[in-house]
């Protein structure tokens, strides 16, 4: 994303909906986050292919642009003054997936339970661990998507990403760095990400599948308006397990609530505001420094 957010000083539209067809002005957020919050970017385009992708940020170089990339929005809070600048989604081209031998080639944008789904129908292991996992490839490689102790680096061979500036270049592995959540693919756009992964019998991947399914109905609030998990867990203990102990469940500012099933899953209840989940993120963050001397870190991205 490009840094810092301010006024756009002229007026591109003309320019930008003369070049792309899917292109829309003041385009709420709210309508592209599962957590269906957030007002109004100045602009809002669907990218296609590489062409087009290489002309946009022509464009955002030469005005100086702010921008900023989603995918399906599973992990995003933008404010509720909306986002001054270009908001950019990479479709078409970018959700292709393709399966050569043990490989899966997918797209940024391709949907990351898709992929895992057609990586079980060619009997390949090293996804069906990710298949309740919300967002796109692009966005759970960014954040090194996983759980307790399986994160998606484990199985990335190379990626393809474009410079801000345009150009595209190919990673390999040993370029990439991993964490807890996070990578240093964060000042770049991801385009293309090639899996490797294994032979295995087909029951016993689907069995860890429903196995993975079956966990997350008990232990999330499925069917909700929620962005996953709010914050990082920190190295003493669950993030949810603190809030928790502290008899937070269900405790409400405005219509965000904290989960009665998980705490550290904030509910968006259907009228609710950006300005209240933040509210509620800093009332929590105070609460759990006060008790236990923890500086929470937020995992979901908060984009003002």
Excluded at 85 to 109: H, M, N, P, S
Excluded at 141 to 166: H, M, P, R
């Amino acid at each position: 994303m490009a840094a810092g957010r301010r006024i756009i000083k002229i007026d591109i539209g003309q320019k930008l909906s003369s070049i792309f067809n899917d292109f829309k002005e003041k385009e709420l957020m709210s309508k592209h986050t599962t957590l269906c919050l957030g007002g109004p970017a100045d602009y809002f385009i669907e990218v296609k292919n590489d062409e087009e992708l290489i002309l946009l940020l022509k464009i955002i170089n030469e005005y100086e642009i702010p921008f900023y990339i989603i995918g399906s929005g599973s992990n995003l809070l933008f404010c509720d003054e909306g986002f001054k600048g270009i908001i950019i989604k990479l479709v078409d081209e970018f959700e292709k997936v393709e399966v050569i031998d043990t490989t899966l080639v997918c797209g940024a944008g391709s949907n990351l339970t898709s992929v895992v789904k057609q990586s079980v129908e060619h009997s390949l292991s090293g996804l069906e661990h990710f298949i309740a996992i919300p967002g796109t490839v692009g966005g759970a490689v960014c954040g090194n998507a996983g759980l307790k102790d399986i994160w998606i680096d484990s199985v990335i061979d190379t990626i393809e990403i474009f410079s801000y500036q345009g150009k595209k270049k190919i990673l390999v592995k040993k370029e990439m760095d991993f964490e807890y959540r996070n990578s240093n693919l964060k000042n770049c756009i991801i385009t293309k990400v090639k899996f490797v992964l294994k032979k295995a019998d087909k029951n016993g991947i689907l069995n860890t599948v429903s196995q993975e399914i079956e966990k997350r109905k008990y232990s999330q609030p499925l069917g909700t308006k929620n962005a996953g998990c709010i914050f990082k867990n920190p190295q003493s203990s669950a993030a949810g397990s603190l809030i928790d102990s502290l008899g937070l469940k269900n405790y409400s500012i405005g219509n965000i609530q904290i989960s009665d099933v998980h705490a550290n899953f904030f509910i968006n209840k259907g009228f609710g505001s950006s300005n209240d989940m933040l509210l509620l993120i800093n009332f929590v963050k105070e609460k759990i420094k006060d008790k236990f001397n923890i500086e929470l870190k937020t995992e979901i991205k908060i984009i003002k």
